[in-house]
């Protein structure tokens, strides 16, 4: 299949293929004429690649995925290099959920502060000789 074909089976662009191939993802062979020619195995490293995306992945990150399965294997993930950036990636998300339970908990903190000085409405305090009209800087109007 051609370039468009394959991208659009995977729902993704020609232009991201052409990248995907300029990162060593994908190996397009070249018909007599030049054009990029994908079969089924290509379709489904592609469709790897755009999962692992789905759930956070770099491209960087998806190729050990990719390596695994040109290797023959039945999933990306059958092999360990593919495990280990699950690993990480987990550790990386529980960090930021970490962070963000403590963020949580602070501004948790300060709503239970402000609500307990029972605030009300905002008022804006009246100056002296404000009469909410805006002066004049033109010298005839004033007098």
């Not at 991201?16 to 070249?30: C, D, K, P, V």
């Not at 995306?53 to 990719?66: A, N, R």
């Not at 930021?96 to 602070?106: E, K």
């Amino acid at each position: 299949m051609r370039i468009g074909e394959l991208a659009k089976m995977a729902g993704t662009t020609p232009r991201a293929l052409r990248f995907y191939e300029a990162q060593g993802l994908l190996g397009a062979r070249r018909a007599a004429n030049g054009y990029r020619e994908y079969d089924d195995q290509d379709l489904r490293l592609l469709r790897e690649i755009l999962a692992l995306q789905e759930v956070g992945l770099s491209l960087d990150d998806t190729k050990p995925f990719v390596e695994c399965l040109r290797a023959g294997n039945e999933s990306g993930d059958s092999c360990t290099d593919s495990i280990e950036v699950y690993e990480r990636k987990l550790a990386e998300v529980d960090a930021c959920l970490d962070r963000l339970g403590s963020l949580r908990a602070s501004l948790l903190s300060k709503l239970a502060g402000a609500l307990a000085r029972q605030p009300g409405p905002c008022q804006v305090a009246d100056h002296p000789g404000d009469t909410g009209e805006i002066a004049s800087t033109n010298p005839r109007e004033s007098s």
